[in-house]
């Protein structure tokens, strides 16, 4: 409940007394993990890694679960906090998607491939990235996971948009993401229209060329011709359905 409402003096201390209370080693790297991702949330990432540390001590030499989320959690602050040390990121990163992969988490997997998709492609890692985005699709599909299937289409469509161009399958994407909206919630459809926007038009050398495909979306603008308008008023349109609850 402390953590529900912010309250982050006495969610730590009700997290102190959990360690405290307890010698199993899987709850305590469970406690510091929480903890952690706590830190990260208030982008403080350097009791985050102090914490994720001592998770990491906690379990010893123990190969669990437990251990591929601290590693992945210490890959990600070793990504946003070093940008110049990569590797050490990358490794770490990777370690926690083979310990996921040892233990069958496949939404472990997907979410930390989707993050080492990201920080690739922030690189220029391209073929990498790739490969990230098209391993988390495969994934998805494979379990039905309707939310991580959105999720990869959007990561590829925009990679297909801006990192290696191909209008056609940046759509191809998109589109299979349109056809899962109902389940996204109102950031990702929002988005889903901001990148239908920008990837008609950036390849095709305009905003001309994205206006027929917006025109299909977007209700306020049905006078104007203007892709701008159009791309601008899909994406406010989108957000504020979302926050209405539609």
Request: net charge negative; hydrophobic share 40%.
């Amino acid at each position: 409940a402390q953590q529900c409402i912010g309250n982050l003096p006495a969610m730590l201390e009700a997290y102190r007394e959990g360690v405290a209370s307890t010698g199993d080693p899987e709850t305590i790297a469970r406690l510091h993990r929480k903890t952690a991702r706590d830190f990260i949330g208030r982008d403080s990432p350097r009791p985050a890694s102090v914490e994720v540390e001592a998770g990491l001590a906690a379990l010893g030499a123990v190969r669990s679960v437990e251990r591929g989320w601290l590693e992945a959690m210490r890959g990600v602050i070793a990504a946003e906090t070093e940008r110049t040390n990569a590797e050490e990121a990358i490794a770490s990163l990777e370690a926690g998607i083979r310990i996921f992969r040892e233990h069958g988490e496949k939404v472990g997997m997907m979410e930390i491939l989707i993050f080492l998709g990201y920080y690739r492609q922030f690189l220029g890692n391209l073929d990498e990235a790739e490969h990230c985005f098209q391993d988390v699709l495969g994934l998805a599909t494979s379990v039905e996971d309707r939310r991580f299937m959105a999720d990869a289409h959007g990561r590829l469509a925009y990679f297909y948009g801006f990192y290696r161009p191909d209008l056609d399958k940046a759509l191809d994407h998109l589109h299979a993401m349109e056809s899962l909206a109902r389940d996204l919630d109102y950031w990702r459809r929002g988005y889903l229209f901001w990148w239908k926007g920008l990837i008609s038009a950036e390849p095709g050398g305009g905003f001309t060329r994205a206006a027929p495909i917006l025109k299909d979306h977007v209700a306020p603008f049905p006078e104007t011709d203007d892709a701008w308008s159009l791309f601008s008023g899909t994406g406010s349109r989108a957000h504020q359905d979302g926050y209405r609850g539609n």
